[in-house]
Nanobody
């Protein structure tokens, strides 16, 4: 199983970004896709999980601003991040939870 994130970058406060997570090596409709982030000097923080069928759960710090989704035909999970805050600055990782496979991470920086 391999996991690869993309879509990070620099965005101003209040802006939006969409992260993508391509999972290969297993049927994507069986993949459990979680998003984890780690800010400099801080512990890793769970952000969201998207289950087969589309059910999702969110950390309260992002609920209402972030949306996790999936496109099984494209083997891709997404994290739509809106109303970004400087406190959202972190390296974001995608994890396939069933196999505990991590991607390499993508940096999100929220700054004016």
């Amino acid at each position: 199983v391999q996991v690869a994130e993309s879509g990070g970058g620099l965005v101003q406060p209040g802006g939006s970004l969409r992260l993508s997570c391509v999972v290969s090596g297993l049927p994507f409709n069986e993949a459990i896709v979680s998003w984890i982030r780690q800010a400099p000097g801080k512990e890793r923080e769970w952000v969201a999980t998207n289950w087969p069928g589309g059910a999702t759960m969110y950390n309260t710090t992002v609920e209402g601003r972030f949306t996790a989704s999936r496109d099984d035909d494209k083997n891709t999970g997404y994290l739509q991040m809106n109303t970004l805050k400087p406190g959202d600055t972190a390296e974001y990782f995608c994890v396939e939870d069933g196999t505990t496979t991590w991607g390499q991470g993508t940096q999100v920086t929220v700054a004016s």
